[in-house]
C-alpha cells in the first residue's frame, strides 16, 4: 500500500493551497481518508475525515469552514482544500487510511500512513 501526498509548498497568510493523496495497493472504497498535521515541535493531530463514500465528513475546530475534505474514487484520491491560511496551519500535513466506513479523530486506528508534505504559511 502507497499513500502518496503531494501539493504542499509556501503560501502567504490568507493563501490557499490543495494538497492531494493519492492511494494504490488498496481498495479505495474499502477505506475511510484522513489528514493529520504535524507542526515543528508538536505532536501529530488531526485535521479532518472522510468516509468511505464522501458523504461524512469531521473536522478539527480550528480549521472549521477553511478546510474543505474530499475524495475522488475514480482516482483513488483524497484531497484537502485549505483557504484562508494562518501562519499556525504551518505543519507537515500527512493522509492516513482507516479500513471501514467512517474516519476517526484518533490517530492510532488508521491502518496505513503515507509521507507528509510540507505547508508552510509565511505571516
Known amino acids: 500500500v502507497q499513500l502518496q501526498a503531494s501539493g504542499g509548498g509556501l503560501v502567504q497568510a490568507g493563501g490557499s493551497l490543495r494538497l492531494s493523496c493519492a492511494a494504490s495497493?488498496?481498495?479505495?472504497?474499502?477505506?475511510?481518508m484522513g489528514w493529520f498535521r504535524q507542526a515543528p515541535g508538536k505532536d501529530r493531530v488531526f485535521v479532518a475525515a472522510?468516509?468511505?463514500?464522501?458523504?461524512?465528513?469531521i473536522y478539527t475546530e480550528s480549521v472549521q469552514g477553511r478546510f474543505t475534505i474530499s475524495r475522488v474514487s475514480a482516482e483513488n484520491t483524497v484531497y484537502l482544500q485549505m483557504n484562508s491560511l494562518k501562519s499556525e496551519d504551518t505543519a507537515v500535513y500527512s493522509c492516513?487510511?482507516?479500513?471501514?466506513?467512517?474516519?476517526?479523530?484518533?490517530?492510532?486506528?488508521?491502518?496505513?500512513w503515507g509521507q507528509g508534505t510540507l505547508v508552510t504559511v509565511s505571516s
Open positions: 472522510v468516509s468511505w463514500n464522501g458523504g461524512h465528513t
Open positions: 492516513a487510511a482507516k479500513a471501514g466506513s467512517y474516519g476517526s479523530r484518533r490517530d492510532n486506528v488508521y491502518d496505513y
Open positions: 495497493g488498496l481498495t479505495f472504497d474499502n477505506y475511510a
